[in-house]
């Protein structure tokens, strides 16, 4: 038996519950772990209050899919992983089927990764859901390249972070985008090589200066809604609006369609199309593992929480006010 979280309805932050579970053994293709952090992210967020891209099939429902720890058994079929092993999970399977917020569960075994040594508990709960999905956006799909402009907004969030890192390391210049000015000297920190503050600065007029009036090869866009159409005119010629989120929780209209704008390359991405290819996975990897052991890549936590702080962790996590990653920390 093991402590999980569990939800019987969808709701916010206080549907989640505390149950004793029984684990079981690792079936065929299939890993039990030890957890020791658990990476907390928005498509947890959305599957609990039942807007994420998949619906909660059944009650009760499992949470998350980002954890670090330590292998305890394998199942049959399972030779290149070994149990005492210290791992992290690839967010590559479905909140549906398996859930990481727990003391001990079990994990598919293809979604297992040895973590580099010199790698914690906490920063190996903080690396590939940022990592893939800002590496399968700009590097995989969009193959930028030295010289690039990207203009991202949610620039605080560990995806954000991860973006500005990714657009260095592969020579391009990253534009954050934040609300407030009280997140800018982070950003700069982080490596921004410019902040845009929406509460008192136009993002277009900024961008077009910032660019000599050529506009971003790259706009990455976690918010949508409304703003896609302020985002859209932007984008230099040849370049590509990547819409990957949906904080603004509003409708995303196509901006062409409402402004008779020039031809826009507009697309949705999910980190899933990476993390369910073996082939982009496998160098998605290669690419993050090199940052890491470069130190091109550094993850960035804001705070941890302990597992009896799940509610008060979600809470933090909506309000939007964290630079960098959520991290919750499992006693044993």
Partial sequence: MAKAVLFHELGGPEVMRFEQVDVGDPGPGEVLIRVDAIGLNRAEVLFRTGHYIEPVRRFPAKLGTEAAGVIEAVGEGVTDLQVGQSMSTVPAFSQNDYGVYAERTVVPAAAVRRRMEGLGPVDGAAVWMPYITAYGALVEVGRMRPGDTVVLNAAS???????????????ATPIAVTRTAKKKEALLKQGAADVIVTESEDVVERVLATTDGRGAEF?????????????????????ILLVYGALSGEPTPYPAIDLGMPPLNMRTYTMLETARSPERLRRAEAFVATGLRSGAFRP?????????????????????????????????
Avoid: W
């Fill in 219 to 239: 706009v990455f866009d976690a918010v949508a809604g409304p703003g896609v159409r302020d985002l859209a005119t932007v984008v230099a010629p040849d370049g």
């Fill in 157 to 171: 969030s560990s995806v954000g972070l991860a973006a500005i890192q990714v657009a260095e390391r592969v020579g």
């Fill in 300 to 332: 960035v936590v804001d705070s941890t929480f302990d597992l009896d702080e799940i509610v008060e962790a979600h809470r933090y996590l909506e309000s939007n006010s964290q630079v960098g990653k959520v991290v919750v920390t499992v006693p044993h």
